[in-house]
């Protein structure tokens, strides 16, 4: 069942918009973009033009949404770019939360080698900026890294399948022990390189080309704070990493390329290093978390509805296995790579 997009009704931006200094209203405009059960609008005025949004349900717990806002508040006092809140940007009215932003135009990210490496040097200046950070509200916890829900994940995506798609036993149970495998293996070894003892910190847990957006190929806004966590830096700098050099293709996962990109993958993490060094033990553990962060993205979904959105879960998981596989086995090129 298609979900219908909601839209604000015109009382009530009436009535909320009434709570903001924003001068005199030009236009207001229905803004069509990102979650469906998130309405928002555009809104000019003489004081500029704002991004203005009901929080849907599910994603409006108030200690959450004000910790991210108290996280955005900080970074704005910096000079980061993201579409700048102010002290009143957060509305709570009638049991929904509402937001305010500044309105930033950029567009999408072009893969170019220049936008990958203005994006890690900006993830770079992302932590570096948030080290030490101290919040009003307890920050969320807990990635991707060695997470029993991830290994359950794994195995529950053996009964999700739909039995019309769902292959053999035998070749399904192949590819799940694969992917489980190859989890505790990565895992394990970040582990012996010593994640666990490294520090701890803010961290923006979602940083992919679908949340920051460009202008002549540099970063002018990064949005999207709500998978903002603490964990150890180097957790968001592979998955970083991996978002930036993945490669997909046409509508069959089937058909895709084992292999990452490695022009890009060396330039995103070499803009990173060009603000924020990384160690020499963070370099070595980053593709064994990139190949944690692919396994996690992929089984969460398939393991919840069977598909990967508008993929069939078992060729997705098929797909993911190889590139999973290929990680591994040329480890001591992307390693030695980092150090030309």
Request: net charge neutral; aromatic share 10%.
């Amino acid at each position: 069942m298609t979900t219908k997009r909601q839209k604000f009704g015109a009382e009530e931006l009436a009535i909320c918009l009434s709570h903001y200094d924003l001068g005199i209203l030009r236009s207001v405009k229905d803004f069509p973009r990102g979650s469906k059960r998130a309405p928002k609008a555009v809104i000019q005025s003489d004081r500029g033009k704002f991004l203005f949004k009901r929080r849907s349900k599910g994603k409006d717990n108030l200690g959450k949404v004000a910790f991210t806002h108290q996280l955005q508040l900080f970074l704005a006092g910096q000079n980061f770019p993201l579409p700048r809140p102010d002290n009143n940007s957060m509305l709570v009215l009638d049991s929904s939360i509402y937001e305010m932003f500044e309105f930033v135009d950029g567009g999408p990210y072009d893969r170019s080698l220049d936008a990958t490496f203005h994006s890690g040097r900006i993830l770079g200046l992302y932590h570096k900026l948030l080290k030490g950070f101290q919040s009003d509200y307890a920050p969320p916890r807990g990635s991707y890294h060695n997470a029993e829900a991830i290994q359950s994940s794994i195995q529950n995506t053996v009964g999700s399948l739909p039995m019309e798609s769902r292959p053999a036993p035998e070749i399904l149970g192949s590819v799940v022990d694969s992917l489980h495998g190859e989890y505790e293996t990565c895992a394990g070894e970040a582990n012996r390189l010593g994640l666990g003892d490294w520090a701890e910190q803010i961290v923006h847990g979602d940083w992919h080309p679908g949340n920051i957006m460009f202008r002549d190929r540099r970063v002018v806004a990064v949005i999207d704070y709500d998978a903002a966590r603490v964990h150890q830096r180097a957790i968001d700098l592979a998955n970083g990493a991996l978002q930036f050099s993945i490669l997909g293709g046409g509508q069959d996962p089937s058909k895709w390329p084992d292999y990452i990109d490695l022009s890009r993958f060396k330039r995103f993490l070499r803009g990173y290093d060009s603000v924020n060094v990384i160690s020499k033990r963070e370099f070595e553990a980053v593709p064994y978390l990139m190949c944690e962060a692919a396994i996690a993205e992929a089984v969460l979904p398939i393991a919840a509805t069977g598909s990967f959105g508008r993929f069939q879960g078992f060729p997705f998981l098929q797909m993911i296995d190889r590139k999973v596989r290929w990680i591994i086995e040329h480890m001591g090129e992307l390693v030695a790579a980092l150090e030309d």
